[in-house]
């Protein structure tokens, strides 16, 4: 059976990676808005209720407008937005954020599709606060850079239109952004961590970190122990992207964390790095913000929605 899929938004960034990742799919059709229509409401409340899923790429205004314009009990929707990550009336698609999470996402008839930062973090931190490792009081710091893609369709433009673009460009130093309760809701933190993003001269791909005071913990873990949390963690979802590099306790002396690494794939690699004698550590995660971290995640939770390979049309 053919599954009619549309994406409301495809000629973004994330709406035309979506598009290219099923343009091979032959269980697929995925219908298209007429470019002169793309403001018409009533078409596109046509192509939103014809559809078996809807893929929402809009602002968190326009998303919910799509929403209200389904009025069938059939159409799933997986919505790119933050209008929706913390409603409890929505699943979170992050599959691998617990076992059990993709059957959630598989039954789920409305889907948040997760930010690329928060991913980062999570991945990191949830393991960690479930295994009681981490308290969720923690003052949690987190860093990290993402390429330019992740601005949308005007930062893309400002870089590549630009003579000499910013090779490192934080922004957000208000500490007032849209990201921080969805990462505090997931990580399962009791205060919104200290995050500062940074813009790399480079489109696409992320690497994050979360520096963690050891001494501060209840019972001070090792790296290894951190380490085989994660592994743990990880190795008990199913299909699970998310992957732990090995621990080698020598191996922080020289890194190269390449953002850029897992471009063009679903995967999302944790590196522990941890001075035991210092008591100090920090989780790394490095994959592609326009893939895990926004378009291959929305196409693995189309997937289990369907009920087809959740790994189809997605390089690991």
Known sequence: MVAKIFIDGEAGTTGLQIRERLAARRDLEVLSIDPEKRKDQSERQRLLNAAEVAILCLPDDAAKESVALITNETTRVIDASTAFRVDPNWTYGFAEIEPGQG??????????????????????????????????????????????????????????????????????????????????????????????????????????????????????????????????????????????????????????????????????TLHVFANDDRQQAVIAAVYDNLGKGASGAAVQNLNLMLGVNARESLAA
């Open 103 to 268: 059957e959630k996402i598989a039954q789920a008839r409305f889907v948040s599709n997760p930010g690329c930062w928060p991913q980062g973090l999570i991945a990191a931190l949830r393991p960690l606060v479930e295994a009681r490792l981490v308290p969720g009081d923690y003052p949690v710091n987190y860093h990290g850079i993402s390429g330019y893609s992740g601005g949308g369709k005007q930062m893309i433009a400002e870089y590549e239109g630009a003579a000499s673009a910013s090779q490192y460009m934080p922004y957000a130093l208000t500490f007032v952004h849209k990201h921080l309760p969805e990462m505090a809701l997931y990580a399962k933190l009791n205060r919104s961590p200290l995050f500062e993003p940074v813009v790399g001269n480079f489109a696409q791909g992320m690497a994050t970190s979360v520096p963690l005071h050891l001494d501060m913990m209840a019972e001070i873990p090792t790296g290894k122990d951190l380490h085989a949390a994660l592994s743990d963690y990880y190795a008990a979802v199913p299909d699970s992207f998310v992957q732990v590099a090995p621990y080698d306790p020598s191996a922080g002396k020289s890194v190269g964390l390449d953002p850029q690494v897992h471009n063009g794939t679903n995967t999302l």
